[in-house]
């Protein structure tokens, strides 16, 4: 979850301990805080399923205390993430639940607890870390000398008309003619999308097997540096997921898995969340078309999906319709180390979208 804003007009507390937590002495604190800082979807199973059923490993946390009073005021985590670049795989984390208590909202006590965070990432603990900052967080990693490396730009895509229509056209029935024109015009477009790509495309009802790991391995090279998607990966982020109910459909051709979009409804919109497959600009595309048909079909407006600004699929999305829109600042920060033996880190030949982000 995104860390909340950094305030500097309160007067920090005289002395700010930092201790790493016990993932189960502290659980019932951190599960609190979460809930009060963070998010109203802060219980057990999100706790569980994110700081301890990882399949890449437990979480790390970061607590910070008053020591003058012995509250909590603030903690941050790093969720471990395994990332393939080229022939090599590396342990990453991403930076989470970043929170500090209100009454101690100054840039001191998180720039204190951040370098706690960011100390982890030492090519011993972690290789590297990734995170998706808002702007507030952006000046904390500035003070401790990380700059965003990349803009994660969200791409978006009409799929009905029908509200736009109205809010721009006052006669009813007008509006109506206008709406059913141009939902007819952008079903018959993506229908014609879709009529390449020599694959099945269906829904995968059943958990990943090994044919993802395989597929993986096969192409992983294409994407420089990734998330590992194994199927166990694969299956714990999407599948057994707290709270959100993902959609995966696949592209096969005489049985063999090609690649996969995975995909998300939520407040009445739809979200593309990972899109991975062979190096086939036609199974993509009909990927992304197969999703935009199946919600514009339950009524959905609009599809987005969040990619890297040099992101090559991005290509794929401009011929389905999307458009781009706002941008975040994305940071990616490895020792300089680490960075000399991967080339392509510091090439930054990164593949990242929605999905490879913590919940």
């Not at 937590?21 to 805080?33: C, E, K, S, T, Y």
Request: charged fraction near 25%; charge should be positive.
């Amino acid at each position: 979850m995104p860390a909340q804003g950094m305030e500097t007009t309160k007067r920090a507390p005289s002395k700010i301990l930092i201790r790493e937590a016990d993932l189960q002495a502290d659980r019932g604190v951190l599960v609190d805080a979460f809930y009060r800082h963070l998010t109203p979807l802060s219980d057990d199973r999100r706790y569980d399923w994110l700081y301890l059923e990882n399949p890449d490993g437990p979480a790390r946390v970061w607590i910070a205390y008053d020591a003058d009073g012995g509250k909590i005021i603030g903690s941050g985590s790093a969720i471990p993430r395994r990332i393939t670049v080229g022939d090599s795989e590396l342990l990453a984390c991403i930076m989470a639940d970043f929170w500090i208590d209100p009454q101690f909202r100054t840039l001191g006590p998180a720039i204190q607890l951040q370098r706690a965070c960011m100390a982890s990432v030492d090519g011993k603990s972690y290789d590297l870390c990734i995170d998706f900052p808002k702007n507030s967080m952006v000046a904390v990693y500035r003070r401790i000398g990380v700059l965003p490396a990349a803009d994660l730009v969200r791409w978006a895509k009409p799929l009905r008309l029908d509200a736009w229509m109205r809010q721009r056209v006052k006669v009813s029935a007008l509006a109506s003619c206008l709406s059913a024109a141009g939902n007819l015009i952008l079903k018959l477009r993506d229908r014609n999308l879709a009529a390449g790509g020599n694959c099945d495309i269906s829904l995968q009802t059943d958990a990943c097997g090994e044919e993802f790991t395989r597929l993986f391995r096969s192409v992983s090279k294409l994407y420089g540096a990734c998330i590992t998607r194994s199927a166990d990966y694969l299956n714990w982020r999407y599948r057994t997921h707290f709270h959100q109910q993902y959609s995966m459909i696949v592209a096969r051709r005489r049985g063999v898995l090609l690649g996969y979009a995975v995909y998300l409804e939520e407040q009445g919109l739809g979200q593309i969340v990972d899109l991975f497959g062979v190096d086939e600009a036609e199974t993509l595309q009909k990927l992304v078309v197969s999703v935009a048909t199946t919600l514009r079909e339950r009524g959905i407006p609009l599809l987005s999906t969040p990619l890297l600004a040099a992101d090559s699929h991005k290509a794929i999305f401009k011929r389905c319709g999307f458009h781009a829109r706002e941008s975040v600042p994305v940071v990616l920060h490895a020792p300089q180390g680490i960075v000399s033996s991967h080339p392509l880190l510091g090439a930054q030949k990164w593949f990242l979208m929605q999905g490879d982000r913590e919940s």
